[in-house]
T-cell receptor, first 112, second 111 residues
């Protein structure tokens, strides 16, 4: 089982659609959670941190469920510019040290 | 401007020829890390550093070395590169153990 698993995608949605990304993680002791976006052949960019209380940044809402070890990202009113790969990231102290684990990513295509 | 700078951006070299990829950040971040990205495998952590003179292995450290003699620099060293180290490499820095800013990436091809 992978340590961080995401929907395989790709997701193809029309402009204006609402799209949800899901992510599960295996290490219950994980401490911090994030969503990044990565455009083709570019570096990952931090989109937002994820908290149990939920957090919102404009059209983006992230949620963490520690009991289910589940992280979500919701994009409302999607734009063409939202087309990218979305990466779920988990980090925290483990037996081997402080680990940062990336999910494989979910590709999003927003169409006009 | 907050920046993480990697060099070189592209490199084609041969097996066994030692190489160094440099990484420098201008944000006074304590945390720096290196990742490789391969198709179907996503980003995997190679090494990380929580502060000056403190480095530790990530998930895929074999064949790599790092050093952290000063806060701003975190070079990645391949003493004897092999073809399975052909990949896209990213350096990142952050304040609290989180990779906040990434460099533009270094595409390495080992023939």
């Amino acid at each position: 089982r992978k340590e961080v698993e995401q929907d395989p995608g790709p997701f193809n949605v029309p402009e204006g659609a609402t799209v949800a990304f899901n992510c599960t993680y295996s290490n219950s002791a994980s401490q911090s959670f994030f969503w990044y976006r990565q455009d083709c052949r570019k570096e990952p960019k931090l989109l937002m941190s994820v908290y149990s209380s939920g957090n919102e940044d404009g059209r983006f809402t992230a949620q963490l469920n520690r009991a289910s070890q589940y992280i979500s990202l919701l994009i409302r009113d999607s734009k063409l510019s939202d087309s990218a790969t979305y990466l779920c990231v988990v980090n925290g102290w483990e037996t081997g040290g402080f680990k940062t684990i990336f999910g494989a990513g979910t590709r999003l295509f927003v169409k006009a | 401007e907050a920046q993480v700078t990697q060099n070189p951006r592209y490199l084609i070299t041969v097996t066994g020829k030692k190489l160094t990829v440099t990484c420098s950040q201008n944000m006074n971040h304590e945390y720096m890390s290196w990742y490789r990205q391969d198709p179907g495998l996503g980003l995997r952590q190679i090494y990380y550093s929580m502060n000056v003179e403190v480095t530790d292995k990530g998930d895929v450290p074999e064949g790599y070395k790092v050093s952290r003699k000063e806060k701003r620099n975190f070079p990645l060293i391949l003493e004897s590169p092999s073809p399975n180290q052909t990949s896209l490499y990213f350096c990142a820095s952050g304040q609290t153990g989180q990779p906040q800013h990434f460099g533009d990436g270094t595409r390495l091809s080992i023939l």
